[in-house]
């Protein structure tokens, strides 16, 4: 059995097209109280686990979003991101400004491979308990 071929068809097909991506994490759990939801917090620091990435930046405290520098000068610097890509633990630090009810984002400064292992965050809660 065959079909006809519908006009304008595509007689190419490119799998695995570039997404953007963004991820906004639950918001800062304190270890004695438990979820603090509406509460005054700031995040000083974000260190990412990551595998075969090229392109991550956080935001929290409700500022812009800070880019991780996942390339530096050397070999690799002038590459093609897709040849160079980063494995391992990245911190982005010097995060200000204070926010109730903050959270922490992930996203991409251009569109590159993100794997993200883990993340943990350095979070001043004042006001508790």
Known sequence: MSF???????????????????????PPRDQRY??????LSTVYSVWLSLID???????ANG???RRADLRTMGTGAFESVTNTLFT?????????????GNTISIGQAFRAPLRVRSIKAEVRLPHVG
């Open 63 to 65: 500022r812009p979003a």
């Open 4 to 26: 006809p071929e519908p006009a304008g068809a595509a007689s190419t097909v490119q799998a695995g097209l570039p997404f953007e991506v963004s991820v906004e994490l639950l």
């Open 88 to 100: 391992g633990e990245v911190e982005v630090d010097g995060l200000l400004g204070t926010r109730r």
């Open 53 to 59: 990435t090229g392109s991550i930046t956080v935001t």
């Open 34 to 39: 438990g979820w603090i939801v509406g509460q």
